[in-house]
Structures are given as C-alpha cells and as structure tokens.
C-alpha cells in the first residue's frame, strides 16, 4: 500500500466564465489530517465536490490507493471510501439517530427481510460512545443540537467503513465547546487511520489540528506545509497575497442617544426579562453558548416572532412592532445567521436579492423601479464589499458561501437603516473579508447607527464590540465593557457559573 | 433586469456559453416555430392569414386566464377556480344586462367586480384563515362558484348579449381579432408589472423565497391577496372575451380552463416551485397549445385523440425543462 490514499494531478474545473480551479495538485496521506485554506471563491469547495463526485474535473487525473479513478457521482466516491461533510447537514430530522446512521445501509434480520432495529440501534450507540458521545439513538435526530447532529454524521461516515472524511466548514454552526468535541474527534479518526481534509476560515482550529496545510488562492495551489512550517500571519500571507494590518479595527464614534431601549421583554420558554440599552454610535456584541436566544431576542425585537409582554423604544418613542415590516421601517435591519434558509432568494441573482428590502428608494412615480440607479447602485455595493465574481446577474446559489454573506449584508446596507443587528455576520467569511466586514460595521457607527452583534466566536465579540451583554436560557447574565473583560468571565457567564458539560438543549 | 430568467451562468462569457443562454431562453419559442413548420408542411391551409388569425382568436382566453394564474404559481400557488369564477362572473352580468336590462357598462363592472371580489376572497382564505395550501381555498371557491351560477341562471344559458359588450370577443379591427390585441396589450401590461414594480418583483421573491422576503420588510399577504384578486380578475376578463365569442353566458361555461391556464404556464417555463417564470413565456406556452390544437383539427384527429396529445406535450415540455436543469447544474464546459 502506497503511502497516498489520494492523488490528484492537474485538477481543473471551469464553470461558463469563471475558472474554478487551475491545475491543483494534491496529495492525501493515509490517516493524515489535511486542512485547506483560502479566502471566499479561492474554489475549495469546488475542489473537494471533484474529489466526491459532485462535480467532474475538466483536466487532470485522480488516483485513489494508486488506481486511476473518476466519479460521476457520489455514490461511486464513497464506495472508494471517500465521504464528505456538509455545513448543511444532511441528516434526516424525522428519522430516529440510529435510522440515520443506517440510512441505505440497513441491517435486515437474516432470513426475514425485516429490520433490524435492535442491532442498528446497539451499533449506532457503540458508534457514537467511541466519539464520545452518549445520547438515545431511539429518538428523532431534531432533538438534538446541530453539534450532536455532525457527530451522528461522522457515526454514518464511522459505520460505512471510510477511509477519508472531508469536512467543509464544519465548525461555522457549533459553540465553542461543541467546537472542542469536534476537533477531539477528527484525532480520533485519525488514530483510527481515517484521513481527514479539513476546510475552516477558523485558522486558530487548522493551526491546532493540521499535520499538513494546503493554501488555494484564485482556483490555484500556492503551496503545501507541514504544520511544523506554519503560523497564522504565513497562511493569511498565502491566502491573500499580503499581510493583514489590524484584525479587529475600532470605529472612532462618540456614544449618543438611545437609539433601542428593550424593557422587560418576555417570551415565553425562550425569553425571559430581557433589558437593555442601545445607543448611537455603539457597538453591543451579545455572547453566548449556541441556543442561549440571542438570535430569538434579535428575531423578537425585530418582529420576526411575537412577544408575550415588554416595551421596545426607538429614539425615545415606544413602538409597536408586529412584522418586520414595521421593524425596517423604524430603521432596523437585521442580518439572519441562516443566509441560506432566511436571507437570500438562492434562484435569484445577486441584483434582486441585494434590493429587497430597498427597493421602493429606486422607483420612479411611487412605482416604476429605475433599473439605472438600481444597476448603478449594486455595482457600486460590489466593489465596495468586493463580491466575486461581481457579476450582477450571478445567480446567488452559484456563489461561493462568503460572498452570499457578502451579498446579504449589501441587502441591508441598501436599506438605510440606523439600528442593525448582526447575526453572525462573519459566518463562513474569510479573514480578508472579515476585516472588511468591521470596518464596514465601523463606517455604521461613524455615521451615527446604533449596531448589535451577535458571534458565537469570543476573539470578534471582544475585538469589535464596546460593550458586551452575556446570555444564557434566555436571559442578561452579564454584562461587561469591552476593556477590562477577560475570556474567563464571559465564558463563566454565559455558563451560568457552572462549568456546564457537553450537553444538549 | 430580467430576473425571470434567474439562471444566468455564462456572463458574456464565451460566445458558445451566450448561445447556449439564448437557446434556453428561447427554449419554449423554438418549440412554437417547429411546430408551426410541421404543421405547415401537413396542411396547406395552416400558414394562411385566415387560419392564424383563427388561432390567435381562439388562444385569447386561455392566454388571458394563464397570465393570471401565472402569478399564482409564481408565488408557488395555484389558483384552481378560475373556470368557475369565469361561470359566474359572466352569468352574473348576463343577469344584470339581459335580464334586468341595465347598461353594458355595470354589467361589465359586475362581471370584473365578481372576478376580483372572488379572487379576493381566494386570497383572504389563504393568508387570514391560514389555509395552508391555496389548492384548498380555491378548490373551495371553484365549487362554490361553480355551484351558484348553476344556482343563479336555473342551469340554463342566457343569450342576446347588446353587441358593446360582444365587442372584445367578436369584433376584427382589419383581419387581426379584437381579443388578440387585447392579449398583447395585457401581456405587455403584465411584464412592466412584473419586472418593473415592486409588487411585481415581490411575487417573485414570496415564490423563491417566503421567509427572507417576510424578514426583508415584505407583507406576503399583502402580496398573496393581490396576486389572486388579479387571478380572478383576468378570469372573468376571459370570460367578457367568450361572452362576445359565443354571444352566450353558461353555467357550465370555463369547464375545466384551470388545467389549460396551468399547462400554458407551466409549457411556457415556469417552475412549480415558485419565483421562476416569464410572461412571454407563458404566452408561447399558451400559443403551442393554441396551435396544436388547431393543427391536430386541421389534420382531422378526433377531439379525443387530442385530449391525448396535450396530455403528451404537457410532459415532454416539462421534462426538456428539467433535463435543461440538470445539463445547467452539472455543467461540463
Ligand atoms: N455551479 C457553478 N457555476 C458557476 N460558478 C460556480 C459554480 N460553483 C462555484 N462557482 C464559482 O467557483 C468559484 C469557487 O467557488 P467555491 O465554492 O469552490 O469557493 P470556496 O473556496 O469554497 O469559497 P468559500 O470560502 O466562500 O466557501 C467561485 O467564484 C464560485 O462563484
Ligand atoms: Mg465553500
């Protein structure tokens, strides 16, 4: 047996006007743990739905355990043993944990044809618990946190005997400690001979868990390192073809008015008693492990759901806000985590979805849309955000995952509003990008909004934010100024002070 | 801008990707023109002024119907009720001009009226009474209205129609039928709506995408009800149209129509899951049946006979379009 599970020689795919990837070569080591990196649209994804079968390379030549192979699709790469998987988890809400790890591998008893339930559920249950993970693999797989759902996967993947497990963007959705577990067992996996191609804008995790680090800018390799040759500034350098200055730049905003005052705001079984101030020129960061209702506090003060009981004030006078209608037209904006689910129209192209929600500015006689000024506009978002490929009529489900965050946010900076509230803005951005990305938040402030952000990932709440509000259950549990806060008295917050376990919601 | 046709992929790329583009483009088009050749060759009489204009005639009122369930299916809806409220609507205004004698121009305002009024009413049973899919609310409506106008007229037609009101269904201006420019000022009507106003690219974003239209500050009701009211409105305009053909209102009368708006839709592109669907398009779609029809008549195949070959185009219009999807999703340049 050769040393290389994978090879790959001059890889290439071109897509009707972009070329995707140039001649990428490539190898995976038995067992090894192999991180890709490079900014939004470099092609990673593209390279590794090559390596699964999803796509089909133009060019180039793919041995698997030395023998030349191509797939059509993705069943004829996992029968080689190659899985991957997805940001978007493809696990099937409604069947039980045990029925999804066994999902068109099931296990009949001998003789009858019928399932056997017993023994997918005693093996799905050993498959979890050498992950570490100790759940009732009879109940449905919704009950369980996203974290746990990526565990059930890799239990799939554990179960079917694979030799190599790719894993695009896999830490975008967990909390910090579902993170933890996660990268514990891609070790696992590796001790087990498993090899594993781990693509994450996240650099401190390659940094931590990569035997070798592989950068791709521009659908091109740049180089291969061992871990040993690496740091951050070296991969950014590769990535981007120049150092970054400042990863957290500060806006220079004097604070003013209330602009968002929330007084006891209840929702029942999600929200309890939330209170706080939000005013012009600051930025808050909400904290929190991954389902302490930041997100359904940011959706209830923007009218997405209803509230049982509380006040919500905007520059001094009491609102109703019943729909987000009324939200936006208050001057709020709000940027949703799930760019997928809730943000973008993926049909549509990147005009259409960029002027949603301002469309009315561009009509003429209140109702005849000047599509001058909206093309003007859009191209002018473009450059400013650096979308790519700035095409305005690029459909959105083609783009890469940081430019559709990209293409969502020019969707509310379009919409002149003067309180913002950020969902995980960052969110499978690049570390370009993402200074991109504060700096435009700080350009808000300097022109007198008000902004909330909500990250999962402290280093951005601490970098960014001038104060910062801890939930957990649905409550304030704390609160701090952004100078003299540590990692510790977050985390204790956001735990309750008890050191929870990995648990689920 | 023209979203309608969202998937662009070759951007002025090459010039093999832009002739690609316009050929899916101008997919249902092509199909329209080989037919119409075929038919040309099988019939002498079928590339004769008369004969098109025969054709033209006879598409108007399921091109009027099919551009009003557009939105509909736009929207990822369907409006089943359509035959119906064109029944009623049109029995309603033989009753208030025939019968009671009153001017052409109420009787024209209750025959629209009603069509609004119950498209309305298909729209406020969706998004008020949170039906959950408008299969419901307008199979309830087809019923119903297809029920009263029985009701109403005692099952029997009502003729004698003041020739005013037959003169959007009856009258040439030169060779080119009154119903025919109708269309065309309608359809053009309907792109501006649909891509140069807000309304008009909201229904495209509740189809592609409810819940990030809701959270972009868009009332999908609002959206929703509009979009029927203007279903039921150009069904019982389709029916002005057959009053002034037949000179006759019936309760039987639209039997069936919803299908045909359905298949020109669906012929001319759009997508059944919402957001994706032209204007144009649906006009070619409704001329192809139009134009089959009239060419399967030319050629003496029985009306039974024709049933069947609808019923075939219908799935192989579909099928090219998901097999242009596919070809699209895994492009091999
Ligand atoms: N089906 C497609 N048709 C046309 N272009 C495509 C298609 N899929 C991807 N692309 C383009 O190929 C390039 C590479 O995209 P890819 O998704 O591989 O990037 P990525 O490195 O995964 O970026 P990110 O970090 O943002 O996820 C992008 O410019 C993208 O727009
Ligand atoms: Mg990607």
């Known amino acids: 047996m050769s040393e290389y599970f994978l090879s790959l020689k001059g890889i290439c795919k071109r897509f009707p006007g972009v070329s995707a990837l140039t001649d990428v070569s490539l190898d995976i080591k038995n067992g090894e743990i192999h991180a890709l990196c490079g900014e939004n649209g470099a092609g990673k994804s593209t390279f590794i739905k090559i390596l699964t079968g999803v796509y089909q ?123 933890d577990v996660l990268l514990k067992n891609i070790h696992k996996l590796k001790e087990k001979g498993i090899a594993v191609i781990y693509i994450s804008h996240r650099l401190e995790e390659v940094l931590a868990i990569a035997d070798r680090i592989t950068v791709i800018r521009d659908g091109c390799k740049i180089g291969t390192m061992e871990r040993s040759e690496a740091d951050e500034e070296k991969i950014i350098r590769l990535m981007v ?11 220079q905003a004097q604070k003013g008015d209330i602009a968002l005052r929330v007084r006891n705001l209840n929702q029942r079984g999600r929200l309890n008693d939330i209170s706080f101030d939000l005013h012009k020129g600051e930025v808050i960061g909400f904290a929190g492990l991954v389902g302490a209702g930041r997100t359904e506090l940011a959706r209830a003060v923007f009218g997405a759901d209803k509230i049982d009981s509380g006040i919500i004030e905007i520059f001094g006078k009491q609102v109703k806000i019943n729909s987000p209608k009324d939200a936006i037209h208050h001057g709020m904006a709000f940027l949703t985590e799930d760019r997928k689910g809730q943000g973008l129209i993926l049909m549509h192209d990147i005009i259409v979805n960029s002027t949603l929600t301002g469309l009315k500015k561009f009509c003429k006689f209140g109702y005849f849309i000047d599509q001058k000024m909206v093309v003007a506009e859009v191209d002018e978002m473009m450059r400013e955000l650096q979308i790519h490929p700035a095409i305005p009529k690029m459909t959105t489900r083609l783009l890469s995952g940081g430019n559709q965050q990209k293409v969502v946010i020019a969707k509310w900076l379009c919409s002149k509003a003067k309180i913002f509230i950020f969902d995980e803005p960052t969110r499978g951005i690049d570390v370009g990008a993402k200074v991109e990305v504060y700096n435009l938040i700080n350009r808000l402030v300097n022109e007198g909004a008000a902004v909330i952000v909500i990250s999962s990932e402290l280093p951005e709440v601490m970098g960014i934010s001038d104060r910062i509000l801890v939930m957990n259950s649905g409550k304030i549990t704390g609160e701090f100024s952004c100078l003299e806060v540590t990692p510790e008295e977050i985390l204790k917050a956001a735990t309750g002070g008890i050191n929870h376990e990995y648990k689920h919601a | 801008m023209n979203t309608s046709t969202p998937e662009v992929q070759g951007h002025g790329g090459t010039q ?34 008369d004969n098109i204009m025969n054709v033209a005639r006879q598409s108007a009122i399921n091109s009027l119907i099919a551009i009003g369930m557009l939105l509909a299916i736009l929207t990822a809806g369907i409006d089943l009720s359509v035959g119906s409220i064109l029944a009623l609507s049109t ?14 121009i109420i009787g024209v305002g209750v025959c629209l009226g009603i069509g609004i009024l119950l498209g309305w009413l298909n729209g406020m049973m969706l998004t008020k009474m949170s039906l959950p899919h408008p299969f419901i609310s307008t199979l309830g409506t087809m019923n119903v209205a297809r029920g009263l106008a029985l009701i109403v007229t005692a099952a029997s037609p009502i003729s004698n129609f003041p020739t005013s009101i037959q003169f959007l269904g009856a009258a040439f201006i030169g060779p080119i039928p009154v119903s025919f420019i109708l269309v065309l000022v309608v359809y053009a009507a309907f792109h501006v709506f649909l891509n140069y106003t807000t309304v008009g690219r909201y229904i495209y974003a509740v189809g592609g995408n409810p819940e990030a239209t809701r959270l972009s500050g868009i009332s999908i009701d609002k959206v929703l009800i509009i979009v ?106």
Not at chain 1, 84 to 112: C, D
Not at chain 1, 241 to 251: A, C, D, I, M, S
Not at chain 2, 91 to 103: F, H, L, P
């Open chain 1, 57 to 179: 390379s133009n060019d180039g030549e793919m041995l698997c355990e030395g023998k030349v192979v191509r797939f059509n699709n993705t069943q004829e790469s996992f029968s080689l043993g190659i899985t991957a998987i997805y940001q978007e988890l493809s696990i099937l809400p409604n069947l039980t944990v045990a029925e999804n790890i066994f999902l068109g591998r099931e296990l009949r008893i001998p003789g009858f044809g019928l399932l056997d339930y017993r023994k997918m559920n005693h093996l799905a249950k050993t498959a979890l618990l050498e992950l570490g993970i100790d759940i009732d693999v009879t109940k449905t797989a919704s009950e369980y946190t996203m974290g746990y759902q990526q565990m059930i996967e890799i239990a799939r993947a554990l179960i079917a005997n694979v030799k190599l497990i790719i894993m695009d963007e896999p830490t975008s959705s967990l909390s910090g400690r579902e993170v």
């Open chain 1, 241 to 251: 073809g120049r150092t970054l200055e400042e990863k957290f730049p500060r806006h």
């Open chain 2, 16 to 49: 093999k990707t832009q002739f690609r583009q316009l050929i899916k483009k101008m997919g249902s088009l092509i199909g329209l023109i080989g037919l119409s050749l075929v038919l040309t060759f099988a019939s002498p009489y079928f590339l004769t002024m």
């Open chain 2, 91 to 104: 029995v309603m205004m033989g009753i208030v001009v025939v019968k009671m004698g009153m001017s052409p």
């Open chain 2, 228 to 333: 029927y009211a203007i279903s039921g409105l150009m069904a019982a305009l389709g029916g002005l149209v057959l009053v002034g053909r037949v000179n006759s209102a019936y309760p039987l009368a639209g039997l069936g129509y919803e299908f045909d708006a359905i298949a020109a839709c669906i012929i001319g592109g759009a997508s059944f899951m919402g957001g994706e669907g032209t204007v144009w398009g649906t006009l070619i779609g409704s001329m192809i049946m139009a134009v089959l029809r009239n060419g399967l008549n030319l050629l003496s195949v029985s009306a039974e006979m024709q049933t069947v070959a609808i019923g075939i185009v219908i799935i192989l219009a579909v099928y090219i379009d998901v097999l242009r999807h596919k070809a699209a999703a895994r492009v091999k340049a």
